[in-house]
Nanobody
Framework: QVQLVESGGGLVQAGGSLRLSCAAS????????MGWYRQAPGKQRELVAG???????NYADSVKGRFTISRDNAKNTLYLQMNSLKPDDTAVYYC?????????????WGQGTQVTVSS
């Protein structure tokens, strides 16, 4: 069973930075795609940034130029560098990994890490 463990969340003032990490229990090379999602109170979960199945990266318009997704395959870890944070970035951030086969689609989620940005 795949396990994803996020860390790095916390309380930061507007304009500050945080780096989130997502450690996987196995090789992240085996995943077709990986990404970061977030969910604010009363809102739907939304994609923040991701490595696409076909290659390349994708960012939500609201974080372009401020957030950067990266990965370290040797450490089986996904990162999200968040700069110039805004109060609207406050949410629980989740790591996601997708594995596709001929007969199945498997989505794996971490437990989430809280990010709170104060004004």
């Amino acid at each position: 069973q795949v396990q994803l463990v996020e860390s790095g969340g916390g309380l930061v003032q507007a304009g500050g930075s945080l780096r989130l990490s997502c450690a996987a229990s196995g090789s992240i090379i085996s995943f077709n795609a990986m990404g970061w999602y977030r969910q604010a109170p009363g809102k739907q979960r939304e994609l923040v940034a991701g490595f696409l199945a076909g290659g390349g990266t994708n960012y939500a318009d609201s974080v372009k130029g401020r957030f950067t997704i990266s990965r370290d395959n040797a450490k089986n870890t996904l990162y999200l560098q968040m700069n110039s944070l805004k109060p609207d970035d406050t949410a629980v951030y989740y790591c996601n990994a997708l594995r596709l086969s001929q007969s199945a689609r498997n989505d794996y989620w971490g437990q989430g890490t809280q990010v709170t940005v104060s004004s």
